[in-house]
C-alpha cells in the first residue's frame, strides 16, 4: 500500500473516532419523586404561579370527578406533545375521564404554555421528572392509572409503562417514536449541538391553523429546544419495550405528517403486552393527521377517538 494512501486512512480513521466518540446530550434519569402535600390543588396552583409568562388555560390542574374530590376506582392523566399544551386535544380527555367517573390530571411539561424563549429550558431529565410527578399524583387520585399519551406526550407515557408495570392501561395518540423527516435524526448525532445550529435557521417556525392554535402551542421557539426532544425519543426506541407488559392502545393516522407512522408501527410491535390494540385512522379533520382530536383541530372526531379508547379500557379483563 502506498505510503500516502496509508496515512490518508489512517487520518479518516482518526476523524471518524473522533466524531463517533463526540458529545450528545446526555439523559440523565430523575430522582426519585419527593412525598406529595396533601392539598394537591395548593400544591399545583403554587408550583405554577412561579411563571408569570404563562398561558392562562395551559396550567396543571386536577379535574376531579365528584365536588367531595375523593378518589375514584381509576384516575386519568394526560401528557401532551412538544410544543404543545393540555388543550392540544381537549375535550377529549376531560369527557373520556367523565365517562369513566375518573379523577383527571392534565400537566404542563417544562417549558411549554410559557414564552417562546421558555422551550429552550428543559433537559430530558425535567420531562421524565414532569411524567413522574403526573403519575405521582394520578396514583393519589385513583386506585388505577390510566396514562394517556399524545405525540411527544406517548414517547414520554412510554418510558412510564417501562417502569411502572401496574398501570392499568397505557393510550397513545399519534406517538412519537420518530418525526417524519428522517434528517430529525441528525440532532442525536455526536456533535450536533455544537454543529448544526451553525447551519439551521436560530428559529423553529410553523403556521398555526387558527387563533386557538397560535396560543396554545409554541408555534415558534429556538431551534435549541428540538434537541433534547430528539434525545428522549433516541432514549425511548433503545428502551426493552418487549419488557413493557401494560396494556396499550394505539391510535394514529398512516398518513401522519408530523411524526412517522412506520415508526409508531414498529414500536407498536415490539411491546410485549398480550392486551395491545393498534387503531389506524387514515382519515381526518387535522390537515396534518397528527392532531386526531380536541375542539381546535379535529371537533368531528373527538367523539369517536373518545369512544375507540373507552371500548378498549372497558374491555379490559383486569378492570
Request: net charge neutral; hydrophobic share 45%.
Amino acid at each position: 500500500m502506498p505510503k500516502t494512501l496509508r496515512w490518508t486512512l489512517l487520518c479518516l480513521s482518526l476523524l471518524g473516532l473522533l466524531l463517533a466518540s463526540g458529545p450528545r446530550i446526555a439523559v440523565e434519569l430523575p430522582a426519585a419523586q419527593p412525598p406529595l402535600p396533601a392539598d394537591l390543588d395548593a400544591y399545583l396552583a403554587q408550583s405554577e404561579a412561579r411563571f408569570s409568562d404563562l398561558v392562562p388555560g395551559t396550567q396543571k390542574q386536577i379535574i376531579w370527578a365528584y365536588a367531595d374530590r375523593r378518589q375514584t376506582e381509576l384516575a386519568l392523566v394526560y401528557l401532551h406533545g412538544f410544543s404543545a399544551s393540555r388543550q392540544e386535544t381537549a375535550p377529549l380527555s376531560e369527557d373520556l375521564a367523565r365517562q369513566l367517573g375518573a379523577n383527571l390530571f392534565v400537566t404542563r411539561l417544562s417549558g411549554h404554555g410559557r414564552s417562546p424563549q421558555a422551550m429552550t429550558e428543559p433537559s430530558v431529565r425535567d420531562w421524565l421528572q414532569d411524567a413522574q410527578e403526573a403519575l405521582a399524583i394520578a396514583r393519589r387520585l385513583g386506585k388505577r392509572v390510566i396514562v394517556l399519551g399524545v405525540s411527544t406526550g406517548g414517547t414520554l407515557g412510554t418510558w412510564l409503562a417501562s417502569r411502572q408495570s401496574d398501570l392499568a392501561a397505557l393510550v397513545l395518540v399519534s406517538p412519537n417514536f420518530a418525526p417524519r423527516d428522517p434528517m430529525a435524526t441528525l440532532l442525536t448525532w455526536p456533535w450536533a449541538q455544537q454543529l448544526l445550529p451553525r447551519v439551521l435557521p436560530a428559529e423553529h417556525v410553523w403556521k398555526p391553523r387558527n387563533p386557538e392554535q397560535a396560543r396554545y402551542w409554541n408555534h415558534h421557539y429556538p431551534t435549541q429546544a428540538l434537541f433534547p426532544m430528539m434525545a428522549l425519543v433516541k432514549h425511548v426506541n433503545e428502551l426493552p419495550l418487549q419488557d413493557i407488559r401494560v396494556p396499550t392502545l394505539m391510535i394514529y393516522s398512516p398518513n401522519d405528517q408530523v411524526v412517522s407512522a412506520e415508526a409508531a408501527e414498529a414500536a407498536f410491535a415490539r411491546l410485549g403486552s398480550p392486551h395491545k390494540q393498534l387503531i389506524a385512522r387514515p382519515d381526518s379533520q387535522d390537515p396534518s393527521h397528527h392532531v386526531l382530536a380536541g375542539r381546535i383541530l379535529a371537533p368531528n372526531d373527538t367523539a369517536s377517538i373518545q369512544a375507540q379508547i373507552a371500548a378498549f379500557i372497558q374491555q379490559l379483563p383486569t378492570l
